[in-house]
């Protein structure tokens, strides 16, 4: 079965700093992986996602992530964080015969100013 | 256009009692899934609906949780005899198919408590 593993609980970045959340999946095949945001209060909305062909995908507010197949990861950066970055996020893989998303448990992203 | 609703927002019960949790996906979306968010989880599929074909009921922890969508579009889930540890958010989401990369579009969920 697949899994989704993200190592890091909770992270705390400096305003400006860079970011990245580390992802690793475990899956057969090439998966599909997401990448959402859960802001306090509100629903999951998709910052990207990757199914083939250039591994570095550029997603909504300044967002990227890159797949390594050798390493099953699916790390997610930003060159710069702003506050309004705080939020959850969360690595999701597809692809298997289930039509539904295996999720990873969350990375909590606190912006220090 | 709107977005995936969920109703109600919050639902506070006591043990045993029977919740309905309702989901009103976007319009046009024939794919429709719950998932279930635990406190400090992440999250975890329940059933999936598509067109008219019978629901992947995979993901339901026990006979006590059940799911219908009528007329391919507004979907209820039903938790009988509600126990302490079904406390959660319950999210809803919809995708315009069933495909794999299709991105699912998600409510803001339902927060239950069971007393």
């Known amino acids: 079965a697949q899994s989704v593993t993200q190592p890091d609980i909770h992270i705390t970045v400096s305003e400006g700093a860079s970011l990245e959340l580390r992802c690793n999946y475990s899956y057969g095949a090439t998966p599909y992986l997401f990448w959402y945001v859960q802001s306090p209060g509100q629903g999951l909305q998709l910052l990207l996602k990757y199914f083939s062909g250039d591994t570095l995908v550029q997603g909504i507010k300044g967002f990227e992530a890159e797949f390594k197949r050798s390493q099953s990861s699916f790390n997610l950066r930003k060159p710069s964080v702003h506050w309004s970055d705080a939020a959850e996020y969360f690595c999701a893989v597809g692809g298997t015969g289930r039509r539904a998303l295996t999720f990873g448990s969350g990375t909590r992203l606190q912006v220090q100013p | 256009g709107a977005g995936v609703s969920q109703s109600p927002s919050n639902k506070v019960t006591e043990k045993g009692k029977d919740v309905e949790l309702r989901c009103d996906p976007i319009s046009g979306h024939t794919a429709l899934y719950w998932y279930r968010q635990s406190l400090g989880q992440g999250l975890e599929f329940l059933i999936y609906f598509q067109g008219n074909s019978a629901p992947d009921k995979s993901g339901l922890p026990s006979d006590r949780f059940s799911a219908e969508r009528t007329g391919g579009s507004v979907s209820t889930l039903t938790i009988q005899r509600t126990q302490q540890e079904d406390s959660a958010v319950y999210l809803c989401?919809?995708?315009?198919?069933?495909?794999?990369?299709?991105?699912?579009?998600f409510g803001p969920g339902t927060r239950l408590t069971v007393l």
């Open positions: 989401a919809s995708s315009s198919g069933g495909g794999f990369g299709d991105e699912q579009f």
